[in-house]
């Protein structure tokens, strides 16, 4: 069969498997990831995940992993911290989606126990089917740590970028993805984004993506923001796809990425993971459509959920991951 010019994948995340925070053993989060991989095999997705599941931690359910997997292992950084270092943290601007800091610098950081290979290597092995892997940005990380070490907020993203990098070289996955969910509300810092980004995505060895959404926690958007504000962030990046949260923002906001620079090709958030109702195949074809006529078919790449669906329930999850094939492949009739 002729592999379709617009592939599938999920952003990344899917819902924990419910038997995995009861018995959070290591067999039994070999078990999910078995799980998970076969789920998006049989829904016929053509890129797919652990979703995320390596990074499962059962004191950590409120980002699914998304900060602290990255930031525990690191040496330079410790997360036990004082009252006052607490109250300091929630003083800097931007923290009104996280309470309490993923760490807290007191020295240089290096790789110490990090090993992403390993985690990669787990979910690639169980399966036939291509994997890739995500990545939380270094800006991102860097937000939610309390900083008594380096100058400033740019010498703490690039030495989170430095070990990021060094880890994503020995990774031999078709895909890697970097997600950036903190910097629609800060758009002042998008040169430094797009600098520490562009520096991790240099060393992976083959495609590359970057998925910038506006947040999502109980269904609820994180980040201010719009897409017009960001252009010149995308147009910095150095990566050969963007993914981006369309589904339940306007969909007139697509005509914005005719301003993107060539080179970038696109992804478009077809599923709305903020609510529980299916969309349709139809749905999903004319949403394909539009963006193809917006922006030409050479630049619509790949079809996803806007973020993770690790806040759906299984069988929502589940539905929405077929709908988005079969909405693809009706597309193409």
Known sequence: MTTPFIQTTIVGSYPVPLWLPVYPTRSHLKDAILVVLKTQELAGLDLISDG?????????????????????PLKGIETSLSHEEHQLFQNQYGMGFRK????????NISDGSLDLQSDYLTAAQATTCPVKFTVTSPYMLAKTLLNHHYHNMEELTWAIANVIRRQIARI?????????????????DSALAADTINHILEAAPHQTGVHLCFGNYGGQTIQEGTYEKLLPFFNKLQ?????????????????????????????????????????????????????????????????????????????VADQKMQALVKGRDLFYQ
């Not at 309490?100 to 020295?107: A, D, K, L, Q, Y």
């Not at 031999?172 to 903190?182: C, L, R, T, W």
């Not at 050969?240 to 970038?264: H, T, V, W």
Request: hydrophobic share 40%; glycine share 8%.
């Open 239 to 315: 990566c050969d796809f963007l993914l981006l949260e369309l589904a339940r923002r306007n969909q007139e906001s697509i005509e914005l990425f005719q301003e993107l620079k060539p080179s970038l090709r696109l992804g478009i958030g077809v599923i709305d993971i903020k609510d529980l109702e299916i969309e349709t195949p139809d749905i999903i074809a004319r949403r394909i459509e539009y963006a193809v006529q917006k922006l030409g078919a050479e630049r619509v790449r790949w079809i996803h959920p806007d973020c993770g669906f690790w806040m759906l329930p299984r069988t």
């Open 100 to 107: 309490h800091p993923s760490g807290i610098v007191r020295s």
């Open 52 to 72: 995320e599941l390596g990074r499962f931690d059962i004191n950590h359910p409120e980002t699914n992993g998304m900060i602290d997997y990255f930031v525990k």
């Open 172 to 188: 031999e996955a078709p895909f890697i993805q970097i997600d950036e969910a903190h910097l629609p509300g800060s758009i002042g």
